[in-house]
């Protein structure tokens, strides 16, 4: 397990390093984009597939911290992110702090809903008052450099945020490992009985919530960067929706998964948005990507990551057991 | 074993609980000693799993008071009253099928040392709750199944799982909700067995519907009847109490 994923990590690392000398001007800017949506996917991850909890509001922190960084930034003739980042970071955790104490009193489907409804709102106060500028946005002009060394070309940024990428997937890999992330693990399992051996589970999901709303910032920090603009559909449900998607077409359970999973979304929507392959039809472009998804739940009952066992499994002419617990 | 000697770990004081009009817990006193098996017996609906539900603290007070260990803690969560010393198992199985057995076991005694901050240390290398764990399926006769997924156990073994890692744990008192439950006549001796072996160190509450197991191994015996205890005493007592007899065991003993 553990040798797997630095094997996948350091490859990773290696191809996604030499990339940026091989392609060109846009696809640099894609794979920065598609960097930023793994992160993102990431910071879910720790939600849905090691906790348990299905939020449906993470684009609210997304939106938070790219606002924050455009917003604090407009007030400052030498932004850097140095302090930037963090204070980006921590406002989207403040506001997942707030967001989790309540929702988190709430289970199952009631927690889906309550978490839409805060992202909602949070959405409306961008979109209606005068802090968020509008449904037409913000740019950044000022965009920010690090330790006064101006990241200003598309490669700099684009390994900025592949650091930025290996240092959530590291920090995410300990934190799912240690007796934090184990603990995490048992309450997606069976919360009734982590409680009833001593584990205060509310405090763990607060605290796993927090942790996912901040990485969620850093994504929304990194694409208000990348773009040099924000505007209120960086909040809205759609966005939420999608990274619900990118998870759970790559895998639930698995880092890399959400990982693979964001990447896969983002060649999907490529491929079906291209009018050289589609004409015309490259308009309805959701339609091929909602089929493709469709189909890929429907076939792929663990998700891109699950395909090496299921060919396993062909070849070797033995069936994966499910196991349940048969009571 | 003279009772008023013994001493209480856990007492629960006019218990009651209500769901609207219905009363499922009608003023019941109960005390748990160590070094005793007290069993809890009634019909079905008697009101002797909501009874532990109170006890744990998985379930609020409608009134009536609780107390682990001399201190009061009617007012504390199930997390907190496992801290304490408190251990449950359940009825159903609530083993963790996806892990395998020693996680199941190391995730209980890990909650002894939870260390939240400690992000960097693997969980499954934390020594004290590994070796813990292994000691007790090493007593409850798991320990030639520890690395086999939970969810792939037989019936007997599960609930041997389940008794396991409440005791993972550490408790001082256990609540025990129908551990023989599904167990085939050799398991239940073994099970039945190791309890015994349990008694001298724990205050032990049995909630159990086979009888026979009952009368084997209880110290004191608690009968309840919709919700009201009708009668406590030894064995002996109770098998030859006339209400019980009517009530329970049927007219012809």
């Known amino acids: 397990m553990k040798k797997s994923q630095l094997f996948f990590l350091s490859f990773l690392t290696i191809v996604l390093m030499a990339l940026p000398f091989l392609g060109s001007e846009y696809s640099v800017d894609w794979m920065t984009k598609t960097l930023i949506y793994g992160i993102f996917a990431l910071s879910l991850e720790l939600l849905v597939g090691t906790t348990g909890l299905v939020c449906f509001g993470q684009a609210a922190f997304f939106g938070i911290g790219a606002y924050a960084v455009v917003k604090i930034s407009a007030d400052l003739i030498t932004p850097d992110a140095i302090y930037l980042l963090p204070i980006s970071m921590i406002l989207a955790g403040v506001f997942a702090l707030f967001v989790g104490a309540l929702s988190l009193r709430t289970k199952g489907v009631y927690f889906i809903m309550v978490t839409l409804a805060f992202a909602q709102m949070a959405y409306y106060v961008i979109h209606d008052t005068p802090i968020g500028g509008g ?38 890999g300990l934190i799912t490992h240690s007796r934090f992330g ?10 009734l009985r982590m409680r ?14 927090v942790i996912s709303g901040m990485i969620a910032g850093l994504a929304g920090y990194l694409f208000a960067v990348k773009d040099g603009f924000v505007n209120p559909e960086l909040l809205s449900w759609h966005l939420s929706g999608a990274v619900l998607i990118m998870i759970i077409l790559g895998g639930l359970g698995h880092l890399r ?53 299921i060919w396993q499994s062909k070849l070797m002419g033995t069936k994966n057991a499910s196991v349940e617990d048969q009571e | 074993m003279t009772q008023d000697q013994a001493k209480y770990l856990m007492r629960g004081v006019k218990l009651t609980k209500r769901w609207g009009g219905l009363v499922a817990v009608n003023e019941v006193d109960i005390d748990l000693a160590l070094g ?80 939240p901050w400690h992000f960097w240390q693997d969980g499954q290398r934390c020594k004290v709750s590994h070796q813990r764990a292994i000691q007790t399926l090493e007593k409850t006769g798991l320990s030639t199944v520890i690395h086999r997924q939970a969810g792939l156990l037989s019936h007997g073994q599960k609930r041997q799982l389940e008794v396991a890692m409440c005791l993972a744990t550490e408790p001082k008192v256990l609540l025990l909700d129908e551990p023989l439950a599904g167990m085939g006549a050799d398991e239940t001796d073994r099970m039945l067995n190791f309890l015994i072996s349990l008694r001298a160190d724990h205050a032990i509450m049995l909630v159990e519907h086979d009888m026979d197991a009952v009368f084997k191994v209880a110290d004191v015996i608690t009968v309840m009847v919709n919700g009201s205890v009708i009668t406590k005493g030894s064995p002996d007592e109770v098998r030859n109490n006339p209400e019980v007899q009517s009530a329970y065991l049927g007219e012809s003993e």
Request: hydrophobic share 45%; glycine share 10%.
């Open chain 1, 182 to 191: 184990r603990a995490l693990t048992g309450i997606r399992i069976n919360e």
């Open chain 1, 135 to 172: 449904t037409d946005g913000i740019y950044l002009y000022n965009k920010p450099s690090l330790f006064g060394w101006s990241i200003s070309s598309s490669v700099e940024f684009y390994l900025f945020t592949l650091g930025c990428l290996l240092f959530v997937f590291i920090l995410l």
């Open chain 1, 257 to 309: 998964g959400a990982f693979i999973g964001a990447f896969a979304f983002a060649l999907l929507e490529e491929f079906f948005r291209s009018e050289a392959i589609f004409g015309s039809f490259a308009k309805y472009w959701h339609l091929g990507l909602g089929l493709s998804i469709i189909f890929c739940v429907a076939f792929l009952p663990r998700g891109l990551f699950g395909i090496p066992s």
């Open chain 2, 36 to 115: 005793q098996i007290h069993a809890v017996i009634g019909t079905n609906g008697a009101g002797k799993s909501t009874l532990i539900n109170l006890l744990s603290g998985e379930l609020p007070l409608s009134s009536g008071t609780v107390e682990l260990l001399g201190s009061d803690v009617t007012e504390k969560s199930q997390p907190m009253r496992a801290h304490l010393g408190l251990g449950k198992s359940y009825q159903r199985n609530t083993i963790f099928p996806e892990l395998t057995v020693l996680e199941n076991c190391r995730l209980s005694a890990q909650s002894r040392i939870q260390k």
């Open chain 1, 196 to 209: 009833a051996i001593g584990y205060q589970t509310y405090n763990y999901k607060l605290m796993a919530f």
